[in-house]
């Protein structure tokens, strides 16, 4: 009997079996904050993009849908499709003497279900917003 109680055979595969599943939430929790964090950083270059274009677009009666078709060709595979834009003028009389603002907001998914479960729920609104002077 004392022969069995000290065999360590299987002493590895109970550490591991007590391991695996928070090794497993912390990989989980990596790859979710990756893929939100790059769909934040994509929204980011969308907002300053559609900024830059609505500050140099002459022609201020189609400037937000010219802004938002802008948007869309930078936007990464990731915002793509779930993407608005917001486009307005501070000087609404005379934007071409004020400042253009533009307001980007993006859903993304996430990826595995500790984001969903940490955070309630499964989908995330991203929102940037870049002012630029037009001229």
């Known amino acids: 009997m004392s022969r069995f109680i000290k065999d360590e055979r299987g002493q590895a595969v109970v550490e591991f079996a ?7 939430l912390i990989l989980c929790g990596i790859i979710d904050f990756g893929w939100i964090f790059s769909a934040k950083i994509a929204t980011d270059t ?3 993009e559609g900024a830059r274009f609505a500050a140099s677009w002459s022609d201020y ?10 948007v869309r060709s930078v936007a990464s595979s990731i915002i793509k499709d779930n993407i608005t834009t917001v486009v307005s003028y501070s000087d609404a009389d005379n934007p071409a003497a004020g ?3 533009v307001e980007v907001v993006s859903e993304v998914r996430s990826l595995t279900i500790v984001a969903h479960t ?5 989908v995330f609104t ?8 037009v001229g």
């Open 126 to 133: 991203l929102e940037s917003a870049v002012t630029m002077k």
């Open 99 to 101: 400042d253009v603002r």
């Open 118 to 122: 940490l955070f309630g729920g499964p």
């Open 46 to 48: 969308c907002a300053r």
């Open 18 to 24: 007590l391991v695996a599943p928070v090794l497993l």
């Open 61 to 70: 009666e189609s400037a937000e849908v010219e802004t938002a078709n802008k």
